[in-house]
T-cell receptor, first 116, second 116 residues
Framework: QKEVEQDPGPLSVPEGAIVSLNCTYS??????FMWYRQYSRKGPELLMY????GNKEDGRFTAQVDKSSKYISLFIRDSQPSDSATYLC????????????????FGKGTHLIIQP | DGGITQSPKYLFRKEGQNVTLSCEQN?????MYWYRQDPGQGLRLIYY???????QKGDIAEGYSVSREKKESFPLTVTSAQKNPTAFYLC???????????????FGNGTRLTVT
């Protein structure tokens, strides 16, 4: 079982829809969870950064963490064509516990397309 | 504005030649990282450096070399020993010292290297 699983998509939805992006993980030591957005031929930019379980909201974006299910989600409300990008989840443990040498483990990204 | 600058954006080389990718940051971050991104494979860590004059191999260091002579700079050399060098290369940095696994990465906009 891979440490972080993320559906690569593409996920295509109409403009204005609510988008749900998800990652599952196997390492129960992960405590810090991130979502990055990456446009084509650009570097990833940090969207959301959360610790432990619960929800965090920032504008149209909501990050949700369910540690009991080892499941994280990113919701995008009122989706816009400019939201079309690849979304990467990333996570790390409080103390080094598996993952890459930098302590971070990335999902492979979900390609999202918002149709005008 | 603070950030990470990678240059050039596109780089073309003939097989058998070494090539150096530049990464400069003005965020005053101690830790810097090099990742490789291939379609469908996610981000893979090549090398990282947590302090000047020190660096460590990541998961796929073979065929690559780095130096960290200045805090602001972390150049990556792709040598002729790298069997599949064509890829998108991303540089990242993170604040703090030591094993700061809890702070998010900030990325540059990448260099697309094509070797023919």
């Amino acid at each position: 079982q891979k440490e972080v699983e993320q559906d690569p998509g593409p996920l295509s939805v109409p403009e204005g829809a609510i988008v749900s992006l998800n990652c599952t993980y196997s390492n129960s030591a992960f405590q810090y969870f991130m979502w990055y957005r990456q446009y084509s031929r650009k570097g990833p930019e940090l969207l959301m950064y959360t610790y432990s379980s619960g929800n965090k909201e920032d504008g149209r974006f909501t990050a949700q963490v369910d540690k009991s299910s080892k499941y994280i989600s990113l919701f995008i409300r009122d989706s816009q064509p400019s939201d079309s990008a690849t979304y990467l989840c990333a996570m790390s443990a409080r103390m080094y516990s598996g993952g890459g040498a930098d302590g971070l483990t990335f999902g492979k990204g979900t390609h999202l397309i918002i149709q005008p | 504005d603070g950030g990470i600058t990678q240059s050039p954006k596109y780089l073309f080389r003939k097989e058998g030649q070494n090539v150096t990718l530049s990464c400069e940051q003005n965020l005053n971050h101690d830790a810097m990282y090099w990742y490789r991104q291939d379609p469908g494979q996610g981000l893979r860590l090549i090398y990282y450096s947590q302090i000047v004059n020190d660096f460590q191999k990541g998961d796929i260091a073979e065929g690559y070399s780095v130096s960290r002579e200045k805090k602001e700079s972390f150049p990556l050399t792709v040598t002729s020993a790298q069997k599949n060098p064509t890829a998108f290369y991303l540089c990242a940095s993170r604040g703090g010292q030591g094993k700061t696994y809890n702070s998010p990465l900030h990325f540059g906009n990448g260099t697309r290297l094509t070797v023919t």
